[in-house]
């Protein structure tokens, strides 16, 4: 079974619908993570959380919330989604506090706005 | 403004070829490298990374290289095999940080 889970792994919505990204993870990690991919952006940080208590604003935050329900799940909403919220979504989980921690990534999750 | 650069989109190598993945990266006070490889419908998995204290590291077929002084890193792969066909991103990040600044990627094609 895979280490970090998303569901759904693909959604199309329309304009203004409320839509939740889910995660969980089954290494026992703290610090969890959303990033958005953008053909020819790459990776760009939504949300992170420390522990169910810390979440933190990344990079490209407005237009999205995140909800940290326990130490194994982190969801990511979007509130009434548009069109240019169209991504492949990722989740991550890292181990500790050290730079050298590997982040592992979940398989992501393909969102179409319309 | 884009701190971590990957300027080459795409890459197509013959197997048995070394494949060379450029990065340059801007911010000084990153001091920590990785490459990720991504397969198509797959999240990224980490490859091997570089800490800025060294200049080369080493794990089987894949060596980064770290030219602090120019701000550039490069991944080898010798030999390139077909398997090896992925999209390759580039991290950094600061001493103590908390996050991975990504370049755009590059997608590698070993032809057979």
């Known amino acids: 079974d895979a280490d970090v889970t998303q569901t759904p792994r693909n959604r199309i919505t329309k304009t203004g619908k409320r839509i939740m990204l889910e995660c969980s993870q089954t290494?026992?990690?703290?610090?969890m993570y959303w990033y958005r991919q953008d053909p020819g952006l790459g990776l760009r940080l939504i949300y992170y959380?420390?522990?169910?208590?810390?979440?933190n604003k990344g990079e490209i935050s407005d237009g999205y919330s995140v909800s940290r329900q326990a130490q194994a799940k982190f969801s990511l909403s979007l509130e009434s989604a548009i069109p240019n919220q169209t991504a492949l979504y990722f989740c991550?989980?890292?181990?500790?506090?050290?730079?050298?921690?590997?982040?592992?990534f979940g398989p992501g999750t393909r969102l179409t706005v319309l | 403004d884009q701190q971590v650069k990957q300027n080459s989109p795409s890459l197509s190598v013959q197997e048995g070829r070394i494949s060379i993945l450029n990065c340059d990266y801007t911010?000084?006070?990153?001091?920590?490298f990785l490459w990720y490889k991504k397969y198509p419908a797959e999240g990224p998995t980490f490859l091997i990374s570089?800490?800025?204290?060294?200049d080369k590291n080493e794990d089987g077929r894949f060596t980064v290289f770290l030219n602090k002084s120019a701000k550039h890193l490069s991944l080898h792969i010798v030999p390139s095999q077909p398997g090896d066909s992925a999209v390759y991103f580039c991290?950094?990040?600061?001493?103590?940080?908390?996050?991975?600044?990504f370049g755009k990627g590059t997608k590698l094609s070993v032809i057979p």
């Open positions: 991550a989980t890292r181990s500790g506090f050290e730079t050298s921690d590997t982040q592992y």
């Open positions: 290494k026992g990690h703290d610090r």
């Open positions: 959380s420390f522990d169910v208590k810390d979440i």
């Open positions: 911010n000084s006070m990153f001091d920590y």
């Open positions: 570089i800490s800025s204290i060294k």
């Open positions: 991290a950094a990040a600061g001493a103590g940080s908390y996050q991975l600044t």
